[in-house]
């Protein structure tokens, strides 16, 4: 991504009604999920480390992070003694034993990588058998903006697509869902509006007023109570949960 996103991520991310909702809608699938007390995850990318409080709530938390600038970031940020987080990138340098953890997590990670396929297949080797894969990742190719560029995104995901492409990597099980739904209208409008006029300059990860930000919070976030649930017809995003094969 851009040097400035990073800066921004790491500014916002622990304010921002998109990353504040986004883990509580995460937190609430992980309950779901019913990991055990010793279980063992792992993230992949990262980034500055918005996850790792989240992630740790679940389990003993590793991670690693292909950008310095970042890692820094989020090394910074936490306690270094809580976590262990390393340099490496997908998909041939992960910096931990291949069939180590109970639950691989990528959050907006894929779009940004070139072939998503063995990526997925890289991490589900790290894997337990029946272990969790927990993935994010922005939906629908028409909602593509200036937002995506910056970035450096390589694709929006349709459903069939996320589901390709976690099969091939031989994840069964998978579950894929909409979120991001309740806003879904406000952010398509705003982004398809500044296409047709060839808006480049503002983007949608500026920190909005406080009040605007709370409200927004409280919206997406109410969507835990619904994400996984009820089958949402659309949303912003994609969420599949899928699992490695037992042996």
């Known amino acids: 991504m851009e040097r400035i996103i990073y ?17 509580q809608i ?19 990318g990262c980034g500055t480390g918005g996850n790792l409080d989240l992630l740790s709530q679940f389990g003993h938390v590793s991670a690693f992070e292909p950008d310095r600038e970042a890692r820094e970031h989020a090394c910074r940020k936490q306690n270094p003694n809580q976590y262990d987080i390393r340099d490496g990138y997908l998909p ?32 589900r080797k790290h894997l337990k058998p029946g272990g969790w894969g927990l993935f994010t990742v922005p939906a629908f190719p028409f909602l593509w903006s200036r937002h995506d560029e910056l970035h450096h995104h390589r694709r929006r995901y349709r459903k069939t697509g996320l589901a390709a492409a976690l099969r091939t990597a031989g ?70 949960t899928a699992r490695n094969p037992m042996l």
């Open 7 to 23: 800066q921004q991520m790491a500014a916002i991310e622990n304010q921002h009604w998109w990353f504040v909702a986004r883990r």
């Open 26 to 44: 995460l937190a609430s699938i992980l309950r779901r999920i019913n990991l055990s007390s010793q279980t063992y995850i792992l993230e992949a």
């Open 92 to 123: 041939d340098s992960i910096p931990f034993e291949s069939a180590a953890f109970d639950l691989v997590v990528a959050l907006d990670v894929l779009e940004h990588l070139d072939d998503h396929c063995r990526c997925l297949a890289a991490l």
């Open 171 to 240: 994840f069964e099980n998978l579950r894929i869902i909409y979120f991001n739904t309740l806003l879904f209208p406000m952010i398509a409008s705003v982004r398809l509006v500044k296409n047709l006029l060839g808006e480049h300059i503002s983007r949608d990860d500026q920190m909005p007023p406080e009040m605007a930000n709370r409200i927004l919070t409280q919206i997406f976030a109410s969507e835990r109570h619904l994400v996984g649930r009820l089958p949402l017809p659309f949303g912003v995003s994609l969420l599949a």
